[in-house]
């Protein structure tokens, strides 16, 4: 009936009552409250409501119940729901009825989630609200030493690749249809970048908020909107072909999310053979989705498949309106 799903990002993240933002349809996103009754009154419970787009009958979401210590093998749960039966959009003040497959029934109604979950003798009633997510390390400023890449004024330390880049809100960097490399070659480094996907709930898998952030112009960590979906390796924390994240950390599209990366250059003897493998940590939005992992090759896409001991950061472009922010680099070694 149920399956285990690690989830951590409801354990290190803070959180506020949501706002809708522009773009925004008022659903999505993460629910945070508690069992008010019945036997899973003393368990933590929260949701992730995702938005799918238009389906036969009206707008969908599909909700996911996580129930139990977020990482901790909380067990979870999804329901489907269309907007109501008339056809009027569920978006705002709008009102969603929900009925899932395993006895568990909610309504979303003005950013409040309310329900019941469990056998019919045993239900227990939930009441949710809307939460605001903010990783921990959003809007870290540079430590002394490093090189600020991205300042929200210029990006005056990228080359086009082939094409410029524009500054649009919030000092943000915004994909067209190219990628970015930096000017200058690194190698070991402690990196910090900041993203938001677009809000495409239409759109399914790669085409849903598609980039990716290359270390060293090499070595790629996904950028994707997969927001309530199970890590793989080609999806947001992913490092293609290579690992899968060892929890789902992905907040909703339209938020700022942050990676935080310690990377350690390959190293190579006198004639140029590769004596040690890259290492990678990865921690997004807080949460630790890659410990000390051994790269043993380049990724596809990047600016060269060839391993060297230095490179530039890259930023990919697939087509979608990604942005970024608050890039900086400092050198390690």
Same mark, same amino acid.
């Given at each position: 009936?149920?399956?285990?799903?690690?989830?951590?990002?409801?354990?290190?993240?803070?959180? &506020?009552? #949501?706002?809708?933002?522009?773009?925004?349809?008022?659903?999505?996103?993460?629910?945070?409250?508690?069992?008010?009754?019945?036997? @899973?009154?003393?368990? !933590?419970?929260?949701?992730?409501?995702?938005?799918?787009?238009?389906?036969?009958?009206?707008?969908?979401?599909?909700?996911?119940?996580?129930?139990?210590? +977020?990482?901790?093998?909380?067990?979870?749960?999804?329901?489907?729901?269309?907007?109501?039966?008339?056809?009027?959009?569920?978006?705002?003040? #709008?009102?969603?009825?929900?009925?899932?497959?395993?006895?568990?029934?909610?309504?979303?109604?003005?950013?409040?989630? &309310?329900?019941?979950?469990?056998?019919?003798?045993?239900?227990?009633?939930?009441?949710?609200?809307?939460?605001?997510?903010?990783?921990?390390?959003?809007?870290?400023?540079?430590?002394?030493?490093?090189?600020?890449?991205?300042?929200?004024?210029?990006?005056?330390?990228?080359?086009?690749?082939?094409?410029?880049?524009?500054?649009?809100?919030?000092?943000?960097?915004?994909?067209?249809?190219?990628?970015?490399?930096?000017?200058?070659?690194?190698?070991?480094?402690?990196?910090?970048?900041?993203?938001?996907? !677009?809000?495409? !709930?239409?759109?399914?898998?790669?085409?849903? #908020?598609?980039?990716?952030?290359?270390?060293?112009?090499?070595?790629?960590?996904?950028?994707?909107?997969?927001?309530?979906?199970?890590?793989?390796?080609?999806?947001?924390?992913?490092?293609?072909?290579?690992?899968?994240?060892?929890?789902?950390?992905? @907040?909703?599209?339209?938020?700022?999310?942050?990676?935080?990366?310690?990377?350690?250059?390959?190293?190579?003897?006198?004639?140029?053979?590769?004596?040690?493998?890259? &290492?990678?940590?990865?921690?997004?939005?807080?949460?630790?989705?890659?410990?000390?992992?051994?790269?043993?090759?380049?990724?596809?896409?990047?600016?060269?498949?060839?391993?060297?001991?230095?490179?530039?950061?890259?930023?990919?472009?697939?087509?979608? +309106?990604?942005?970024?922010?608050?890039?900086?680099?400092?050198?390690?070694?």
């Amino acid at each position: 009936m149920w399956r285990v799903l690690f989830i951590g990002l409801m354990a290190a993240l803070i959180g &506020t009552l #949501g706002a809708v933002g522009e773009d925004d349809d008022g659903i999505m996103g993460v629910y945070r409250g508690k069992f008010i009754s019945g036997p @899973l009154q003393t368990s !933590p419970v929260s949701a992730l409501v995702v938005a799918e787009g238009p389906q036969k009958g009206g707008e969908s979401w599909n909700v996911i119940l996580v129930v139990g210590e +977020a990482g901790k093998d909380a067990k979870h749960v999804e329901m489907q729901a269309l907007s109501p039966s008339k056809g009027e959009p569920a978006i705002g003040k #709008g009102s969603v009825q929900f009925d899932g497959k395993v006895e568990f029934k909610a309504i979303l109604d003005k950013g409040k989630l &309310t329900g019941a979950l469990g056998k019919k003798k045993e239900l227990s009633d939930f009441a949710l609200e809307r939460a605001e997510i903010k990783s921990p390390t959003l809007g870290q400023a540079p430590p002394e030493g490093a090189v600020v890449l991205m300042d929200g004024k210029t990006l005056d330390a990228w080359d086009a690749y082939p094409l410029k880049w524009n500054i649009v809100e919030e000092g943000a960097a915004e994909v067209c249809s190219s990628g970015i490399v930096t000017k200058e070659a690194f190698g070991s480094a402690q990196i910090h970048v900041e993203f938001r996907t !677009p809000f495409m !709930p239409k759109e399914r898998g790669q085409a849903r #908020g598609n980039s990716g952030v290359y270390v060293q112009g090499r070595y790629e960590i996904q950028v994707l909107d997969s927001f309530g979906l199970e890590p793989a390796d080609n999806l947001c924390g992913g490092i293609y072909k290579q690992a899968v994240p060892k929890v789902s950390a992905c @907040l909703p599209p339209l938020t700022w999310q942050t990676y935080d990366i310690t990377f350690n250059a390959p190293q190579f003897d006198a004639e140029g053979k590769k004596t040690k493998n890259a &290492t990678i940590t990865v921690v997004q939005n807080g949460i630790t989705i890659h410990e000390n992992l051994e790269l043993n090759s380049a990724t596809p896409g990047g600016v060269s498949d060839q391993e060297a001991a230095t490179g530039p950061l890259y930023f990919q472009n697939h087509g979608n +309106a990604v942005r970024f922010r608050n890039v900086w680099l400092k050198p390690l070694g």
